[in-house]
C-alpha cells in the first residue's frame, strides 16, 4: 500500500542492489509509476498476473535456448588410412581378373620397381614382408637381400587412384566437409553430421565394414577433436 510513497530512484537503487535483469527493473519502474499516479490497485495486480503468467516463463525458455546455442560443439573428426594402399589396391585388381590367385596380402610381398634388374624401391609392403624387416622406400636389392621370397609386383597408378576416387564417393555419403590428405588418407570432420548415423565408434566400424565389403580394401580409422590427434589412431 505504501509503494507508491517510495521515491522513484529508490525503487532503482534497490533494483540494481538485487541485481535484478534489466526488464525486472523496467517492469519495477512501469509498476511504481501506475502506483503512483493511477492510484489503482487492481491496474498493479494485473500488470504483475500478466507478467508472471505471459512473460516470465518465455523468457526463462528464451534465456535457456540462447544459453544452449552458445556451448560450443565438440569436434568430432575422423582419419581414414588405407592399409598398405597400394599394395591392398594392387591385390583387388589381381583378384578382380582372377578370382582364383593369391591375395597378395596374404604373402610376403611388396609393390614396387622392376624385381628382375633389382632397381627401384620399395613403395608397398604385406604384413609379412614388414615382419622380415622390408621397409617402405628401402632399395629393391636390399628388400630382397632381407627378404629373398618376397614377390615384387609393379605399380599401376591409374587403377589405385579409381580405387581412392571410390573411397572419396563413399566417404561424402557420411559429410561433406573433408580433406584429403594424400591418396590413401583423408580427414572427415564429423561434427555436424554425426548425430545422423549415431555413437562416433559405432559409425566408423560401419564405414570400415561398409569399405571392406564394397571396396575389396581394408582402412583405420582415428577418432578424435582434432586432426592431430586423429591421425595417431586415437
Known sequence: RNFHRIPLFKVISFSFTLRASPQRVLFL???????????????????????????LPFRSTFIFQESTMNIPKQRVIFHIDVNSA??????????????QDTDLRTIACAVGGDSSTRHGIILAKSTLAKKQGVTTGEPISQALRKC????????????????????MTLLEEYTPDHEKFSIDETFLDMTDTIHLFGPPLST???????????????????????????????
Open 148 to 167: 629373398p621370397d618376397l614377390v615384387i609386383v609393379p605399380s599401376r597408378f591409374d587403377f589405385y587412384i579409381q580405387c581412392s576416387r571410390k573411397m
Open 86 to 99: 597400394f599394395l591392398s589396391w594392387e591385390s583387388v585388381y589381381r583378384l578382380e581378373k582372377s578370382p
Open 204 to 234: 566408423a566400424n560401419i564405414i570400415r565394414n561398409r569399405i571392406r565389403d564394397q571396396l575389396g580394401f581394408t582402412v583405420n580409422i582415428g577418432i578424435s577433436s582434432k586432426q592431430a590427434f586423429g591421425k595417431n589412431g586415437l
Open 29 to 55: 519502474i512501469l509498476f511504481h509509476l501506475i502506483y503512483r499516479y493511477a492510484e489503482i490497485d487492481y491496474i498493479c495486480c494485473l500488470c504483475y498476473d500478466f507478467y508472471r503468467t505471459c512473460i
